[in-house]
């Protein structure tokens, strides 16, 4: 599974910047690049397996705050996809 460009470009970035929450260190996916495709998914491809590793995370709600916080446009965040971020965001959550 291949991450696009664009999200491999925004990955980069946040990992050059250090462009995390205090405590993304704890993270079920931290320094773990073999992982960015579950994370970063192409257009149509599922982010089931992402929202698994996050379920266990012990920081997943820091990380979607940090998403939300951040305007974060790709990937899964505190298990929670664009389209899922932009749900919370409109108090369409269920």
């Known amino acids: 599974m291949a991450m696009s460009t664009l999200a491999m470009a925004e990955l980069n970035a946040i990992m050059a910047v ?7 260190h704890l ?9 960015a495709p579950l994370f970063f998914p192409e257009n149509g491809d599922r982010a089931t397996e992402a929202k698994k590793i996050c379920s266990g ?11 939300q916080d951040t305007g ?10 664009p389209r899922d971020r932009a ?3 409109t108090g369409r959550h269920g």
């Open 18 to 24: 250090g462009a995390t929450f205090d405590r993304a």
């Open 27 to 35: 993270g079920a996916c931290y320094d773990r690049p073999d992982l």
């Open 57 to 67: 995370c012990p920081v997943a709600a820091e990380c979607l705050a940090f998403a």
């Open 87 to 89: 749900a919370i965001r």
């Open 72 to 81: 974060q446009a790709y990937g899964v965040w505190g298990g929670a996809s």
